[in-house]
T-cell receptor, first 113, second 114 residues
Framework: AQSVTQLGSHVSVSEGALVLLRCNYSSSVPPYLFWYVQYPNQGLQLLLK??????LVKGINGFEAEFKKSETSFHLTKPSAHMSDAAEYFC???????????FGTGTRLTIIP | GAGVSQSPSNKVTEKGKDVELRCDPISGHTALYWYRQRLGQGLEFLIY????????KSGLPSDRFSAERTGESVSTLTIQRTQQEDSAVYLC????????????FGQGTRLTVV
């Protein structure tokens, strides 16, 4: 069964500091990987995705993530945090031929002024 | 439509009553998912549809929960004899094709059982 693990249910960083949110997946086949963001009282919005091709993917709002097969990871980063980045972030996985989209438990990002 | 539409946006119901939640996916999207999000928690998979068939219903918590979909259109999630633990935001997502490359989410229905 496919699964994804997000390390750290809460992460706090200072404004201007590096943001690193961790995601690891379990798979024996190539995955499709996604990061979604949920701002307070809003729906989920796609930040970025990896399906095939370049392993470093760039998304909206300055976020990027790198697919590392050897580490089964897809960590989300942003060089400099902004107050508006405060939100809940979800990693998700699916596979070609497996239509079920499975989400991690989420990481709440807090930005310290 | 321009996006995934869910109705109602908020629903308060008395314990023991039945509720019906509706999702209008993006036109032409073949797959549709339902998730539940309890306060402060992650997304809990409930069921997904490919067309009007449901290949995976494994996430439905109990036989009080059921869902149906008409063709590649509207889906309804029905909860019978609601309980307080059913209080949550119910999210619907639609996906363009059989291969999941991006899910488009609605704003959700906030269900409160009192």
């Amino acid at each position: 069964a496919q699964s994804v693990t997000q390390l750290g249910s809460h992460v706090s960083v200072s404004e201007g500091a590096l943001v690193l949110l961790r995601c690891n997946y379990s798979s024996s086949v190539p995955p499709y990987l996604f990061w979604y963001v949920q701002y307070p009282n809003q729906g989920l919005q796609l930040l970025l995705k990896y399906t095939t091709g370049a392993t470093l993917v760039k998304g909206i709002n300055g976020f990027e993530a790198e697919f590392k097969k050897s580490e089964t990871s897809f960590h989300l980063t942003k060089p400099s945090a902004h107050m508006s980045d405060a939100a809940e972030y979800f990693c998700a996985v699916s596979y070609f031929g497996n239509e079920k989209l499975t989400f991690g438990t989420g990481t709440r990002l807090t930005i310290i002024p | 439509g321009a996006g995934v539409s869910q109705s109602p946006s908020n629903k308060v119901t008395e314990k023991g009553k039945d509720v019906e939640l509706r999702c209008d996916p993006i036109s032409g999207h073949t797959a549709l998912y339902w998730y539940r999000q309890r306060l402060g928690q992650g997304l809990e998979f409930l069921i997904y549809f490919q067309g009007n068939s449901a290949p995976d219903k494994s996430g439905l918590p109990s036989d009080r929960f059921s869902a149906e979909r008409t063709g590649e259109s509207v889906s309804t999630l029905t909860i019978q004899r609601t309980q307080q633990e059913d209080s949550a935001v119910y999210l619907c997502a639609s996906i363009p094709s059989r291969v999941v490359t991006e899910a488009f989410f609605g704003q959700g229905t906030r269900l409160t059982v009192v």
